[in-house]
């Protein structure tokens, strides 16, 4: 038996942390796709405001299963 699976490119960002973007991207992402595989992160970069990192964020290829 085979599979098909689609690419789907997303972007997420936090006050906490490269870590919790990627966590809350996922989350987000399991909520609207059904049969989430991986993810690989492409991008990371913060948001500076006043010398100090104010959003970390991550751009992201998250995979997932079709049904048949």
């Given at each position: 038996?085979?599979?098909?699976?689609?690419?789907?490119?997303?972007?997420?960002?936090?006050?906490?942390?490269?870590?919790?973007?990627?966590?809350?991207?996922?989350?987000?992402?399991?909520k609207?796709?059904?049969?989430?595989?991986?993810?690989?992160?492409?991008?990371?970069?913060?948001?500076?405001?006043?010398?100090?990192?104010?959003?970390?964020?991550?751009?992201?290829?998250?995979?997932f299963v079709?049904?048949?």
């Amino acid at each position: 038996m085979s599979s098909v699976a689609r690419v789907t490119e997303i972007t997420s960002s936090s006050k906490k942390g490269f870590e919790d973007a990627v966590e809350s991207g996922i989350e987000r992402a399991c909520k609207t796709l059904d049969n989430v595989t991986s993810a690989w992160i492409q991008e990371m970069k913060v948001d500076i405001e006043n010398g100090k990192v104010k959003h970390w964020r991550v751009n992201m290829k998250v995979t997932f299963v079709l049904k048949d």
